[in-house]
């Protein structure tokens, strides 16, 4: 079993910054990968970014290329979503997942096994 514990959403201007956390606990050793999913209402979940444990290799939706980094602390257990020049379209619940299994798919929602129970991104314009 893993669980996740999200913090750091909240309401921001248009232009401005927010850092996700993610709080890992459990079998934290066989994580393949984690990542960062958002999704609004009425339509699907979406990858945003995500970071292979093993590796550090990270990867990113085109929308938040440039704009978004997704980093981890190993000492804590918790991965990051460093969201800067926030726009309107960025408002979204916000979900970190985690992926036990060897996967070429890590934008596919289906990829994670574990989630955490999401955190509300509002910019405002």
């Known amino acids: 079993q893993v669980q996740l514990e999200e913090s750091g959403g909240g309401l921001v201007q248009a232009g401005g910054s927010l850092r996700l956390s993610c709080a890992v606990s459990g079998r934290t050793f066989s994580i393949y990968a984690m990542a960062w999913l958002r999704q609004v209402p009425g339509k699907e979940r979406e990858f945003v970014a995500g970071i292979i444990w093993s590796r550090a290799s990270t990867y990113y939706a085109d929308s938040v290329k440039g704009r978004f980094t997704i980093s981890r602390d190993d000492a804590k257990n918790t991965v990051y979503l460093q969201m800067n020049s926030l726009k309107p379209e960025d408002t979204a619940v916000y979900y970190c997942?985690?992926?036990?299994?060897?996967?070429?798919?890590?934008?596919?929602?289906?990829?994670?096994?574990?989630w955490g129970q999401g955190t509300q991104v509002t910019v405002s314009s």
């Open positions: 997942a985690v992926a036990l299994r060897y996967s070429t798919y890590l934008s596919s929602p289906s990829t994670y096994d574990y």
